[in-house]
């Protein structure tokens, strides 16, 4: 075979392209059994987590399901790791909803499309990263802040799933702690006892089985407990009657002003839509006047949006703690009073009724009350609809800053499972061709109505547990989830509301990591406190939980220019071991006429005046000094600031009557030397290959005609002259 000429690229394999290509061919019945059976354990506590995941993302449960559909097969099948098992994740979930809200309300459709758009732009990124072989990009996220992040993240998950799991309803707030207190306030009177009942259940069943065998799906049997319980106890009791039916003159107004507080944010929202279109377009004709009035009017739109937002909020948290008793007249006729209002010649009608309120207008005519607990409810049936996002410019924009952190987010938390995986089975991973197959899940689940999608942590563990060979084990997890979404969602309809939010608190508890802030603090104290400083400030940020993970990653590079623009350096002298070490710390004594310098560090424009100082401070407090030597072996770089003040250096040393050599340059750094003439200048006879035979070489010339008895470094001559000796 002829050989590649130099110059030329080789064509890419065909498993370079479809990495399945590599264990496809081995394929036999022992790895098909292995696989159904790894992908059908991991799909049962997929569809319950995924739905979970979904209201998470402020989006109705079943999308969780479509995310949970596509997005699995295409990234084991495009993805290095032959275990990852991919689809909803509780982080990547709740920054969707974070990164939504400004938008659009919660749930609505502009809602869903914007995150199907997500989605979308989050793999594009992703893929492009893999494509241009960018994947080192996500080193911007260290793991401090990694930890930091994901530990504020699962407490603010875990706490945000209490309303559901005791049946309360609190409105949006604007910081964390004000949310916590509202839960609290609201818990305390108005907890649905059965609800709450229901999720503690869930919990103890989910505890009891994983402690009995990690081999039963202990999610999977939760669900189906308490939807049977559900059922046959009848604990979703609801109702729809007219707004004639409430006997409260002051309810039926707050219902009014409510509708009335929608509508106006719907037409503000329809008027903004078309100043915006106007604004783009006066930016085309470049009409700068047009352009200033137009931007006023955004500012008085969002002004009034903002206020009638909080006047909506505000109406449906009276909304929802209004309690009712219900009571029937002699002919059978359904009122309904506040409560302990009822008439007593009335009959009891239920227990304690609440009026529904979501996100949309309530509907007047048939106005929906509750007596019981919140369950998923109807699912439709059948495929989502397979068609690519509306793709705005502007909105493209506003949601560019989340695409990034999601995707980058994302990604590690993917490829950190991959490689704990890989260092078990052996398997290569490839972190480029796993942006790639995370890229493609989410653009392809995109299109079939998928919000963004990562690797998971817990259900890759059950999939390698469940010995799990390739990636086909996703693929007949996508397929059991298929099989969901044509034939079984009328069975999840009376799965309780606090059932998934036990889900996703179990779930997210195996995120907290105490462990990781005290191995971070005991590696570096500074790595430690940017961990826990992200730690808390994505807790007070919250819920601008990008706030939080930007503060982290703005202190880990803070601190790594700190550290580039102060590197180590540090005095030499001769140890008891007859090795050179750094004379300060281990208290060793310092030559008079010799001072042998070593720079840790790269030379360039961020720390170049700092080499300059150090030299300058020690010519300063070194009166008796004839040359100085730097040891070079850690500048492993050198850029023209770097070679500038290296020359500047060398002028002002030997200007002051001191020489001056090295030791120890690296080849790349020599090139730099060299090219810029600076080698010359220096002189070929004061580089040395060590800093050892530097001082050997230099010694007897400086301490000629001295008054220095006893120097430390004379040691190192005769060490140098004697290489049998101890310590070479």
Request: charged fraction near 15%.
């Amino acid at each position: 075979m002829a050989s590649q000429r130099p110059g030329i690229a080789a064509w890419p394999k065909p498993a370079d392209i479809f990495p399945f290509l590599e264990w496809l061919p081995g394929y036999n019945r022992r790895h098909l059994k292995a696989d159904l059976f790894s992908g059908l354990t991991v799909a049962l506590i997929l569809i319950p987590q995924s739905m979970a995941y979904a209201q998470l993302a402020d989006l109705p449960s079943y999308y969780g399901l479509y995310a949970a559909f596509l997005p699995p097969a295409v990234a084991a099948l495009f993805g290095s790791s032959r275990q990852l098992a991919t689809g909803p994740v509780a982080v990547v979930s709740l920054m969707t909803a974070v990164a939504l809200e400004p938008l659009a309300v919660a749930g609505s459709q502009a809602f869903i499309a914007y995150a199907v758009l997500l989605g979308l732009m989050v793999g594009v990124f992703q893929f492009l990263l893999g494509f241009l072989r960018l994947g080192l990009v996500v080193n911007f996220l260290s793991h401090p802040v990694i930890n930091g992040f994901t530990n504020a993240a699962a407490i603010i998950i875990a706490t945000g799933q209490l309303p559901k799991l005791f049946g309360i309803t609190v409105g949006q707030t604007d910081h964390y702690a004000q949310a916590i207190a509202r839960i609290i306030a609201e818990a305390f009177h108005f907890t649905h006892w059965p609800t709450l009942l229901m999720g503690v259940f869930a919990f103890l069943v989910m505890v009891v089985l994983k402690k009995i065998s990690l081999k039963i799906p202990n999610v999977l049997a939760a669900v189906v407990m308490t939807t049977l319980v559900s059922w046959a106890i009848g604990f979703e009791h609801k109702t729809h009657v007219p707004m004639e039916a409430l006997d409260d003159a002051d309810i039926r107004t707050l219902i009014v002003q409510y509708n009335a507080s929608l509508a106006e944010i719907d037409r503000l929202a329809n008027q903004r839509a078309r100043r915006t279109a106007e604004l783009d377009q006066a930016r085309q004709n470049d009409a700068a006047l047009q352009i200033i009035h137009i931007r006023r009017d955004l500012d008085i739109i969002d002004f009034q949006n903002a206020q009638k937002s909080r006047q909506a909020t505000m109406l449906r948290r009276t909304l929802n703690q209004v309690l009712m008793d219900g009571g029937r007249t002699a002919s059978g006729e359904t009122r309904f009073f506040r409560k302990g209002g009822r008439p007593p010649e009335m009959t009891a009608a239920g227990s304690t009724w609440r009026i529904e309120v979501g996100r949309a207008a309530l509907d007047t005519e048939a106005l929906p009350l509750f007596c019981g607990g919140k369950v998923v409810g109807a699912i439709p049936e059948g495929l989502p609809s397979f068609t690519l996002p509306r793709i705005r410019g502007s909105v493209v924009l506003t949601l560019l800053p989340a695409t990034v952190i999601i995707a980058i987010l994302g990604f590690m938390e993917a490829i950190s499972i991959a490689k704990a995986m890989a260092a078990k089975t052996g398997q290569r991973i490839d972190p480029n061709q796993e942006l790639i197959g995370q890229g493609l899940a989410n653009m392809l689940g995109a299109m079939g109505q998928s919000y963004p999608v990562a690797g998971s942590f817990s259900r890759s563990a059950v999939n390698l547990q469940a010995g799990a060979v390739t990636g086909l084990a996703s693929l007949f997890a996508s397929l059991a989830v298929l099989a969901t979404l044509l034939f079984f969602t009328p069975l999840l309809y009376h799965l309780p509301q606090s059932v998934l939010a036990a889900i996703i608190m179990m779930a997210v508890g195996g995120l907290i990591n105490i462990e990781g802030f005290i191995h971070a603090w005991r590696a570096q104290w500074f790595d430690g406190a940017i961990s826990i400083v992200t730690f808390v400030a994505t807790l007070a940020f919250a819920p601008h939980l990008d706030r939080g993970i930007l503060l982290g990653v703005a202190l880990s590079l803070g601190v790594y220019l700190y550290r580039s623009m102060r590197p180590k350096v540090v005095d030499l002298s001769l140890g008891v071991d007859q090795a050179l070490h750094d004379a300060v710390a281990h208290g060793l004594k310092e030559c008079r006429y010799i001072d042998a310098v070593r720079f840790d560090g790269p030379l360039f424009f961020a720390n170049a005046s700092y080499l300059e100082d150090q030299i300058r401070q020690r010519r300063r407090t070194k009166k008796d000094l004839k040359h100085i030597i730097i040891g070079a072996e850690g500048i492993n770089d050198m850029d023209a600031s770097g070679q500038e003040a290296l020359a500047l250096v060398v002028e002002r040393v030997r200007s002051a009557g001191i020489d001056i050599s090295f030791s120890g340059v690296h080849a790349s750094v020599m090139r730099v030397l060299k090219r810029t003439h600076l080698y010359t200048r220096i002189g070929a006879d004061h580089f040395y290959p060590s800093m050892k035979s530097a001082i050997s070489a230099i010694h007897a010339q400086t301490h000629t005609g001295g008054r220095e008895a006893n120097c430390p470094l004379t040691s190192v001559v005769t060490l140098d002259a004697n290489p049998s000796a101890k310590g070479l």
